[in-house]
């Protein structure tokens, strides 16, 4: 039933309310239709209304979800990983021995680890390198046991800081909070990648060191043997008599 047809009774029973109350001589003649058409009227101005309700709710609604979508995280761990990072970089920069600088590393490494020693390089200048060798391969371990040590203190702030991120990202509010939280756990890992290749450099590190100490031992003992044996012709026994 359409609602013209709902309020035809309605405007029917008005109509004759109306006549039944009002005397004869001031009796006023009420159009049934036009009332009907008045109410019509009237419900559709109601039902726009409703809709127009209807949509600035729905409107309220979704600017309070952009809102809670533009809402930034309350953390930021960036500081956080910075510090520990600076930590490990700080004990590369501290190294002593040979140089992480390619063009030092260079000089050093031919002075030190010659492929062959020429004759004019003293006994005491080899011995010397030999010495200076040693210390470089003791100074690389202590870098890379240094390193190893905090690395093992950044993994206790680094868990906590994942328990932050994982924390504020299950409880994050809206997509802007869980792409930053997001972001920031791929920084954690990002961090942790650069932290294991500085621990991976400086064990290598060590490693090399005494590798190149091995290879120059053999060479220093070749010269060595060369100069104790000389150029000359060498010893040959021969037999020697005492007594006539």
Known sequence: MTPRARLMPIAVLLSLGLLGT???????????TNLVQNMLTAVRTLEVINNQASQLQ?????????ARNLETLDINVLNRLRTTLA??????????GLAFDVQRLDQEFTRLYPAEYKHSVSGERMAQDTRARWKQGLDGLHTAMRMQAQVAQNLTQDESVLADLVDRSQSASGALQASQATNQLLALQAKQSIQAQQLQITQNRAIALELARQAAAVEEARE?????????????????????
């Not at 490990?88 to 002593?96: C, F, G, N, S, Y």
């Not at 060595?224 to 021969?238: I, K």
């Open 22 to 32: 009002q005397p004869a001589t001031a009796m006023t003649v009420i159009d049934p």
């Open 58 to 66: 729905n409107e309220t609604q979704m600017l309070l979800n952009q």
């Open 87 to 96: 930590s490990t970089e700080r004990l590369l920069a501290e190294a002593q």
């Open 224 to 244: 060595l043997r060369r100069r104790f044996m000389g150029s000359g012709t060498p010893y040959t026994p021969h037999p020697v008599q005492f007594y006539r």
